[in-house]
């Protein structure tokens, strides 16, 4: 008896639970809108951590110092970001690991493709406005796309988009990257592109 009376308990607690998640609704927004966003002016916000990426990919070794640089340098350009942990990408851990390694390798099996490479190009710049009932949930986000526009059927189709949303100061912050952030496999290598 006390076990049919487990059972019958059991489902009218799971019929319960189960009419309660479905009384929970997504939030859906009232408006979105886009607007675009001056392509010039979104150029110059990527460029200068683009053109870190460029600068070091093209070389074969870093100093140590150097690489302490690069890591400070990403860290300004980017805001903080710290999602991308840009020593992984660009570097072989073995070396940078290890702090009595002076000299350390850019891993050449990898393409970062960047403004500076060619045939790559920001192809859009639009602000997306989302709008609810509940005000406090509103957001702006900036979409910077940038896109290969070459014949190479290895980088076909490839993207990047930087995210920004404004901080308290009402000013652009650099917030996420979409798309591919980089580029490996066979043939690929950090000098398939060439710097313009």
């Known amino acids: 008896m ?7 308990e059991s489902i009218i607690l799971t019929l319960i639970l189960s009419s309660c ?3 929970v609704s997504k939030i859906e927004p009232i408006k979105t809108e886009l607007i675009y966003f001056d392509i010039n002016t979104a150029i110059k916000m990527i460029e200068e951590g683009e053109k870190i990426i460029a600068d070091i990919t093209i ?9 302490n640089q690069f890591l400070c340098d990403m860290d300004d350009a980017y805001d903080g970001y710290e999602e991308v942990q ?7 851990n073995n070396e ?3 702090e009595e390694i002076s000299t350390i390798h850019l891993n050449k099996e990898m393409l970062y493709p960047t403004i500076y490479h060619e045939n790559v ?5 639009k602000i997306e406005n989302t709008y609810y ?13 940038e896109e290969y526009l070459g014949d190479d059927s290895r980088l076909e189709d490839w993207y990047r988009e930087y995210l920004y949303q ?4 009402d000013e652009w912050v650099f917030y996420a990257i979409g798309g591919q952030i980089n580029l490996s496999g066979e043939g690929i290598t950090s000098d398939l592109l060439e710097i313009k």
């Open 2 to 8: 006390r076990r049919i009376f487990l059972v019958f």
């Open 21 to 23: 998640a479905s009384t």
């Open 59 to 67: 070389k074969d070794t870093v100093s140590r110092q150097e690489y």
């Open 86 to 92: 840009w020593q992984f990408m660009f570097f072989y």
């Open 96 to 98: 940078f690991e290890n």
């Open 121 to 125: 190009k920001v192809v859009s710049a």
């Open 133 to 145: 009932q509940d005000e406090n949930l509103n957001s702006s986000i900036l979409i910077i796309r």
């Open 166 to 169: 404004k901080n308290s100061e």
